[in-house]
């Protein structure tokens, strides 16, 4: 029973990776963009885990808490380079 959740779950996951794309290429502004960034990042380690879970290891687990952590730095990022123009001041 566990393999037909995992399986509509990646399934969901894949498709909402495909609508962020969507608005990743066609957003009307450049916070739209942002936004869509950030989701296929929560998105990404929603795919790790799941696959942890299927392969029933914690190595995924890992890997997606610095994939987490490197994505809400570089959304950070990059919405003080919009605000501001630049990163480092």
Same mark, same amino acid.
């Given at each position: ?5 995992? &399986? ?5 996951? %894949? !498709?909402?990776? !495909?609508? &962020? ?21 929560? &998105? %990404? ?8 879970? %299927? ?6 687990? $890992?890997?997606? !808490? !610095?994939?987490?952590?490197? %994505? ?16 480092? $001041?």
């Amino acid at each position: 029973m566990i393999e037909y959740a995992l &399986n509509f779950a990646f399934v969901c996951a %894949g !498709l909402s990776l !495909l609508i &962020n794309l969507w608005r990743l290429s066609f957003g009307p502004t450049i916070a739209d963009r942002i936004l869509a960034v950030d989701t296929m990042a929560i &998105n %990404g380690i929603a795919l790790l885990v799941l696959y942890g879970i %299927g392969r029933a290891t914690s190595m995924y687990f $890992e890997a997606a !808490l !610095l994939f987490a952590m490197v %994505g809400f730095v570089s959304t950070v990022a990059y919405c003080k380079f919009v605000l501001r123009g630049d990163i480092i $001041e």
